[in-house]
């Protein structure tokens, strides 16, 4: 009836069918077509303008470095298939609502969705994307919320010397975020040099491993190498924390901890996105956490992380060039026709 918004609505003719990426094994991935169903009540059907590539966890599942221990803890919110393979997995997905409640049509949105070409989902999983954030950078939501809640979990202090050891996208923008807080001196380490030019469009000092400063009231460790996590703890002041937000898989990681660790009575503590931070906790939930992540994303600066582009057709050549090489990517964004 005119007037009513609790059905749904359309701007244009429903999707009928939608092409999907699968990971089918090894360093293997195919794009499927795939039936769509209309959306039912409360819920809205999505064209994906955008979706990226978090290309550490991406990388091991391509890879099948998920350890069975961490299958059902692993799975994303609109997973299919199980792992090792077949599996649809990602969860940066950027569209526009096409059909669903009337307030929804026609709104750009976020969804921790994989790589697909359109979709239907509960209103509850979208997140409306803020009128100053283009839709090509929101693909960037899940990093920074990543990242914002492994900053909560660190809980920095004003004055606070950090160290940032991985300049992958969740560590720079662990480093963007930690060198907003007053009076801190943030410093990104990483191995390769090209990394310093990003750190710079940021406002964030950059080092090479060699030449990192040490005695840090935090360190932040993004780098998935047991050689970062080591240094993470040379660079550690006295009572000082290591925050560890990389995530191994099943790759095995050994630490000196015999050497000076309990003499400066350091602490090693594990972040994790998939539960709100402890300190956060009573008073946040996701989506709220989601928001705040979608509304930092309004500074154009932001644009810097998106290192490459390519149509949806190329995705799974693309998986596995970003799985295997010693690309420099950062966040690989994928355009959708």
Known sequence: MPGESSGNASRSPPVLSARAYWVTGRLQGELRDEPLAPPGPGEALVRTLYSGISRGTEALVLRGEVPPSEYTGMRAPFQAGDFPWPVKYGYCNVGRVEVGPAEWIGRTVFCLYPHQSAYCVPIEALQRIPDGVPPGRAILAANLETAVNGLWDAAPRIGDRIAVIGA???????????????????????????????????????????????????????????????????????????????????????????????RRRLTLRSSQVGQV??????????????????????????????????????????????????????MHRIRYP
Not at 203 to 219: E, K, Y
Not at 254 to 259: C, D, K, S, V, Y
């Open 168 to 262: 992958g996208s969740v560590g720079v923008l662990g480093a963007w975020l930690a060198a907003r807080i007053p009076g801190c001196r943030v410093e990104l380490i990483d191995i390769d040099p090209r990394r310093a030019e990003i750190a710079a469009r940021l406002g964030v000092d950059f080092a090479l491993p060699g030449d990192a400063r040490g005695d840090a009231d935090l360190v932040i460790h993004a780098s998935g190498s047991s050689a970062g996590l080591e240094q993470a703890l040379e660079l550690a002041g006295f009572e000082a924390t290591i925050l560890e937000l990389s995530w191994y898989g099943t790759k095995q990681v050994t630490l000196p901890l015999g050497a000076a660790f309990h």
């Open 277 to 330: 931070a402890t300190a956060q906790r009573a008073r946040w939930d996701y989506r709220r956490r989601l928001a705040l992540a979608l509304s930092l994303l309004a500074d154009p600066a932001l644009d810097h992380l998106i290192s490459g582009e390519d149509g949806f057709d190329d995705l799974p050549a693309v998986q596995a060039r970003l799985a295997t090489g010693s690309s420099d990517a950062l």
